[in-house]
C-alpha cells in the first residue's frame, strides 16, 4: 500500500503522529507538505495529495488541517477521488466499506492523535463490501464526474 499524505498549517502538529504510525506499520507514502506552521492556503496541499491518487501512483490519501472541511471539498473537486471528512471511527470504517473512498480528511482542531491513529487504521485496512447495492451507487458517483453541470 502506498499512501500520499498532506496538511495545511491547521494539521501541521498531527502530521508527524501520523507519519510515525505509518512507519511503524510499514506502510510507504509520501509527504506532500506542508513543513511550516507558516499560514498557506490547503487547497494546494489537497490538490496534491488528490491528484497523486486519481493518477493511481498512490492507492489512498491522508489530509489534515484545522476542520479538515476545507481540505474534503478541494479533495472532492478532483476526479476519481471520493473523499470522506471523518472524525470517528465507524465513520472511517463505513466510508470505505460503503462508499469505496480513497482519500480520508479530519481536522486536528477537532480530534486528537489517538483517535486520529484508529480513524486512519480503519480507514486504511477496511476493504470495500464489492456488495451489488454499494458497487451500483458508488458507479453512480463516478458518473456524475462525466456530466458538465452549469
Known amino acids: 500500500m502506498k499512501v500520499a499524505i498532506g496538511c495545511d498549517h491547521g494539521g501541521i502538529n498531527l502530521k ?10 510499514g506502510i510507504e ?5 506542508t513543513f511550516e506552521k507558516t499560514s498557506v ?16 501512483q498512490f492507492d489512498k490519501g ?7 472541511i476545507g481540505m474534503s471539498i ?3 473537486k478532483i476526479k476519481g477521488i471520493r473523499c470522506a ?6 465513520s ?20 486528537g492523535p489517538g483517535l486520529m491513529i484508529e480513524i486512519v487504521d480503519a480507514f486504511l485496512f477496511t476493504e470495500f463490501s464489492n456488495d451489488a447495492r454499494h458497487i451500483r451507487r458508488v458507479d453512480k458517483i ?6 458538465n453541470f452549469k
Open 16 to 25: 508527524p503522529v501520523l507519519i510515525d504510525y505509518l512507519n511503524k506499520k
Open 29 to 33: 507514502y509520501k509527504d506532500f507538505g
Open 41 to 56: 492556503d490547503y487547497n494546494d496541499y489537497a490538490e496534491s495529495v488528490c491528484t497523486a491518487v486519481a493518477d493511481g
Open 62 to 68: 491522508i489530509l489534515i488541517c484545522g476542520t479538515g
Open 74 to 76: 478541494v479533495a472532492n
Open 85 to 90: 471528512h471523518c472524525h470517528d471511527v465507524f
Open 92 to 111: 472511517a470504517k463505513a466510508t470505505r466499506e460503503h462508499n469505496d473512498t480513497n482519500v480520508i480528511a479530519f481536522g486536528e482542531r477537532v480530534i
Open 142 to 147: 463516478k458518473s456524475l464526474e462525466q456530466k
